[in-house]
T-cell receptor, first 111, second 110 residues
Framework: QKEVEQNSGPLSVPEGAIASLNCTYSDRGSQSFFWYRQYSGKSPELIMFIYSNGDKEDGRFTAQLNKASQYVSLLIRDSQPSDSATYLC???????????FGAGTTVTVRA | NAGVTQTPKFQVLKTGQSMTLQCAQDMNHNSMYWYRQDPGMGLRLIYYSASEGTTDKGEVPNGYNVSRLNKREFSLRLESAAPSQTSVYFCATQGTGPAFFGQGTRLTVV
């Protein structure tokens, strides 16, 4: 079992719709969770991080964490063509220095 | 404030050649990382350095060496490049929060 797994994608959504991305992780000791966006040919850039159970909102983005079920999700509301990218989920375990990444989910927003 | 700077951005090597990828950060972070990214494989950790003076292997260390020169700089060396090392390489740094990435080095080994 991979440490971090994401929807295989690709995910295609119409402009203005909600894109929902899911990520599950295997280690219950994980404490920090991050979502990165990566445009084609570019480096990953941080969108959001979440440490506590529940929802965290930042503009059109909402991260949701459920440690009991070991999943973290990202919702993109009012999706725009500029949101078309690959989204990477990353998890950091307690006492560990490194991040573990999922393989990413590619999102395409149709105009 | 440049953040994380990698050099070079592009490189073509012949099989068996050596080279060093450079990474420098001005974020005053203790931890630094080297990842490679291949299509469909996501980001895989090659080596990391939790603090100045320490380095540790990640998932895919074979064929690579690293040096944490000081707090700011972390280099990745390929001693004898192989076609399997064709990839995009990212350096990242992390303090107590998220990691931040350099712009990447696209390496082709022919």
């Amino acid at each position: 079992q991979k440490e971090v797994e994401q929807n295989s994608g690709p995910l295609s959504v119409p402009e203005g719709a909600i894109a929902s991305l899911n990520c599950t992780y295997s280690d219950r000791g994980s404490q920090s969770f991050f979502w990165y966006r990566q445009y084609s040919g570019k480096s990953p850039e941080l969108i959001m991080f979440i440490y506590s159970n529940g929802d965290k909102e930042d503009g059109r983005f909402t991260a949701q964490l459920n440690k009991a079920s070991q999943y973290v999700s990202l919702l993109i509301r009012d999706s725009q063509p500029s949101d078309s990218a690959t989204y990477l989920c990353a998890v950091k375990r307690v006492g560990d220095y490194k991040l573990s990444f999922g393989a990413g989910t590619t999102v395409t927003v149709r105009a | 404030n440049a953040g994380v700077t990698q050099t070079p951005k592009f490189q073509v090597l012949k099989t068996g050649q050596s080279m060093t990828l450079q990474c420098a950060q001005d974020m005053n972070h203790n931890s630094m990382y080297w990842y490679r990214q291949d299509p469909g494989m996501g980001l895989r950790l090659i080596y990391y350095s939790a603090s100045e003076g320490t380095t540790d292997k990640g998932e895919v260390p074979n064929g690579y060496n690293v040096s944490r020169l000081n707090k700011r700089e972390f280099s990745l060396r390929l001693e004898s490049a192989a076609p399997s090392q064709t990839s995009v390489y990212f350096c990242a740094t992390q303090g107590t929060g998220p990691a931040f990435f350099g712009q990447g080095t696209r390496l082709t080994v022919v």
